[in-house]
C-alpha cells in the first residue's frame, strides 16, 4: 500500500515538474520573440540613422557648396569627398545588415529549438497527464489547477490541432 502512495506522489510531482518546465519553455519563447522584434527594431532604427546621416552630409555639402564658403574647395575634392562618403555609407550599411541579420538569424534558430521542444513536452505531457489521472488521485482543485496551467501554454501556430475544431453543419 505505501509503494502505490509514493509512486502515485511521485507521478503528481512528475506532472508538476513537467508542467513547471513546460511553463519556463513558454516564458523562453516569449523572450527570444521579444528579443527578435527589439533586434529587427534595432536594424531599423540603424538605417534610418544611415539615411538621416547621408541626408544631413549632403545638406551640409549642399550649403558649403551653395554658399561658397569655402572657396579653397574645388570640384575634384567635393566629388572625391562625396565618393568616400557614399563609401563608407554603403559599407556602414552592409556591416550592420550583416550583423542584424545574422543576430536575428541565431535567435530565430532558438527559437525553432525552443518550439520544438515545446511541442515535444507538451505531446508528453498529454501521456503523462492522461495516465496520472487514470492512476493517482486528484482532488477536483489539483485536477483544474493542472488544466488551467496547461491551458495558458502559448504553442503557437504549429499547435492548432490541439484546438477544438467547429464545423459549421
Known amino acids: 500500500m505505501d509503494i502505490s502512495i509514493n509512486n502515485n ?3 503528481k510531482e512528475d506532472l508538476f515538474e513537467l508542467i513547471n518546465l513546460l511553463e519556463k519553455v513558454t516564458d523562453n519563447i516569449e523572450s527570444l520573440k521579444a ?4 533586434s529587427k527594431l534595432s536594424s531599423f532604427f540603424f538605417i534610418l540613422g544611415l539615411c538621416v546621416i547621408i541626408i544631413f552630409v549632403y545638406l551640409i555639402c549642399y550649403i558649403f557648396d551653395t554658399l561658397s564658403f569655402l572657396p579653397l574647395i574645388n570640384q575634384p575634392f567635393s566629388l572625391i569627398f562625396s565618393i568616400v562618403i557614399i563609401l563608407l555609407v554603403v559599407f556602414s550599411f552592409a556591416l550592420g545588415y550583416y550583423y ?19 511541442y515535444k ?17 486528484f482532488t477536483v ?29
Do not use: H, W
Open 121 to 137: 513536452l507538451l505531446e508528453f505531457a498529454d501521456e503523462v497527464k492522461k495516465l496520472a489521472f487514470k492512476e493517482c488521485n
Open 35 to 38: 528579443q527578435i522584434t527589439k
Open 100 to 118: 542584424y541579420s545574422r543576430q536575428i538569424r541565431k535567435l530565430y534558430v532558438s527559437l525553432r529549438k525552443e518550439q520544438t521542444s515545446l
Open 9 to 11: 506522489n511521485q507521478q
Open 141 to 169: 482543485v489539483e485536477k483544474a489547477v493542472i488544466e488551467v496551467r496547461l491551458s495558458r501554454i502559448e504553442f503557437g501556430e504549429k499547435d492548432m490541432s490541439r484546438e477544438p475544431k467547429f464545423s459549421v453543419n
